[in-house]
């Protein structure tokens, strides 16, 4: 399969890319990793005039620690993510789930900033991100903003990224406890996409796949601040939650699963050293 | 556009659409079938290359992503003599292949994967194959074959 036709537009730092991205106006899209765009492009569900690629902006691939958080650029790729000793020890948790993304191949090509601003509800990265209470840092003509992960994820593939905005940085709190994390999902080949999903970090629970973004167990974290046990507070998993049916799994199905992987999460988060 | 690529080890230039593929452009335009297409969707992992010493799907790269970068395909992995590439080799004693469609593919994943981890466990070759399918179901000569590439390279 071969994509509709588009411009190729290349970018090599930011300004240059928000400058693309304002002359060829709301028909551009931002090309990252192209991991989920380009297979969209091919099945015709995407079908950009243009395309700025961000592959050469090399000031948005770096790993740094800020002290309290750990900022990363839009443009680190999974694999990197994945390898960081700053992450495995300081937030392991976003390490493992950058491995637990696709595929050897697709992380080498896949960016975390591609990942966040695609907004795939079935997507691993967004969870852990929202449960991690991480921040994005937005640029956009008018400027620098920041978005925390909570007011980020607006719909399937819609965001708060306003036309021509970029995602230029991921800024994650480092957590209290680093070890008590868990990172569950349920899938029938390693390379598809989570059926469900569930990122633990402390008492913060996320929920892939459950709606039409990634959603916060919040029915769950409460239980848990008021001593509920562990199993207790799993069954509360697919309160809140808007699950679809499709091939893949009834509604019904992935609300069961949700209660199971939470309860996998959680008691592997607490049992970690 | 123009794009120049570094094909195993040689310059090639060329216009293509801005389109283009880098499998497309590495079958069609270089003229270098060993590279395959098999589910087309990021799935499969038959037409795994190496960009830049790293493997990747080239039916999801475009060829204009990989301007100015370094390609490697199966047929870049011999030696100039024709002598094979351990991993070509134990492929050969292993029996790593039944159909072949896929080996392109897994030869090329495996020979990143040795780059990155020279001397993995049963259980990380597995996990390092997570991104490519033989549809034969031959894996478990797959992963023999990685093992003693792995052992062949120390």
């Known amino acids: 399969m071969i994509p509709p036709s588009f411009t ?11 400058a693309l991205a304002a002359e060829h106006g709301e028909d551009a899209k931002y090309l990252a990793g192209g991991q989920s765009l380009l297979p969209l492009m091919k099945l015709r569900f995407a079908a950009p005039t243009v395309l700025i690629d961000l592959g050469r902006v090399t000031e948005l691939s770096y790993i740094r620690d800020e ?52 907004a795939d509800a079935a997507a691993d990265l967004p ?47 480092k957590p209290a406890k680093p070890s008590a994390w868990s990172f ?6 390693a390379i598809d996409f989570a ?20 959603l916060r167990a919040s029915a769950v974290e409460s239980a848990l601040a008021s001593g509920a046990s562990i199993a207790d507070a799993a069954q509360l998993a697919a309160d809140g ?19 199971v992987l939470t309860r996998r999460a959680l008691e592997e988060a607490a049992a970690r050293p | 556009m123009k794009v120049e690529l570094t094909v195993n ?19 069609d335009v270089a003229d270098l079938t060993a590279t395959n297409i098999g589910c087309d969707t990021t ?4 037409c795994t290359v190496l960009l830049d010493g790293e493997s990747v799907k080239s039916c999801t790269v475009l060829a204009a992503q990989a301007d100015g970068r370094t390609v490697t395909t199966l047929e870049g992995l011999a030696g100039d003599d024709g002598t094979m590439h351990p991993v070509q080799q134990a492929f050969h004693e292993e029996h790593g292949l039944q159909c072949g469609y896929c080996t392109p593919g897994m030869v090329m994943a495996i020979a990143s994967l040795l780059k990155e981890n020279p001397s993995p466990t049963e259980a990380q070759v597995r996990q390092g194959l997570e991104g490519n399918i033989c549809r034969c179901t031959g894996y478990h000569n797959i992963v023999k074959a990685a093992l003693a590439a792995a052992e062949a390279s120390k």
């Open chain 1, 8 to 18: 190729y537009a290349r970018a090599t730092t930011v300004d240059e890319a928000l």
């Open chain 1, 67 to 118: 002290g309290t958080y750990v900022a990363i650029g839009g443009m680190t790729r999974h694999h990197e993510v994945a390898h960081s000793e700053l992450l495995a020890a300081d937030i392991p948790l976003l390490a493992a789930t950058a491995e637990a993304v696709g595929d050897p191949q697709i992380r080498h090509r896949g960016t975390i900033g591609g990942s966040v601003a695609h």
């Open chain 1, 127 to 173: 969870a852990t991100l929202l449960a991690l209470d991480a921040t994005f840092v937005v640029k956009g003509p008018d400027g620098t903003r920041s978005v925390p992960a909570a007011e980020f994820f607006k719909g399937i593939f819609e965001t708060a990224l306003e036309p021509g905005e970029l995602l230029t940085e991921i800024q994650v709190p």
């Open chain 1, 184 to 189: 569950q999902k349920f899938n029938k080949r």
């Open chain 1, 195 to 214: 059926m469900v999903g569930v990122a633990v970090q402390g008492g913060s629970v996320a929920l892939i796949n459950m709606g039409s973004t990634p």
């Open chain 1, 241 to 259: 939650t808007n699950a679809g049916t499709d091939i893949h799994a009834s509604k019904a199905y992935r609300e069961h699963l949700a209660r």
């Open chain 2, 9 to 27: 080890g040689k310059d090639m230039t060329a216009d293509v659409e801005d389109r283009t593929l880098l499998v497309h452009f590495l079958r």
């Open chain 2, 43 to 46: 799935s499969c992992g038959a």
